[in-house]
Nanobody, 124 residues
Framework: QLRLVESGGGLVQPGGSLRLSCVASGSALDYYAIGWFRQAPGKEREGVSCIRPDGGSAPYVDSVKGRFTISRDNAKNTVYLQMNGLKPEDTAVYYC?????????????????WGQGTQVTVSS
């Protein structure tokens, strides 16, 4: 059974960068699309980015376009989310989850194997 674990979150100043990792175990990552989602306090979960098994990505949510980049390294069973130019409004718990092809992204309703999340806080 696929299990996903996120890491790489932390406290960063506005304008800073972080790279989140989503490491898969229990199954090869090659067959899965992986989505990154985030949820800020008091807000609904938001789909940020999704990468398909072939490396193609679904459109990024408008608020992160040009700042965030999703990538994958199947040999390491890992999907990354490089976040540059971070803003206070990017503060949230970031989750990764799996699907076959980024179906219905940015909705997460077709996604499974959700990780436990990693906290990203952008503050001066």
């Amino acid at each position: 059974q696929l299990r996903l674990v996120e890491s790489g979150g932390g406290l960063v100043q506005p304008g800073g960068s972080l790279r989140l990792s989503c490491v898969a175990s229990g199954s090869a990552l090659d067959y899965y699309a992986i989505g990154w989602f985030r949820q800020a306090p008091g807000k609904e979960r938001e789909g940020v980015s999704c990468i398909r098994p072939d490396g193609g990505s679904a459109p990024y949510v408008d608020s992160v376009k040009g700042r965030f980049t999703i990538s994958r390294d199947n040999a390491k069973n890992t999907v990354y989310l490089q976040m540059n130019g971070l803003k206070p409004e990017d503060t949230a718990v970031y989750y990764c989850a799996a699907d076959l092809r980024c179906r219905e992204f940015p909705s997460g309703k077709r996604f499974a194997s959700w990780g436990q999340g990693t906290q990203v806080t952008v503050s001066s």
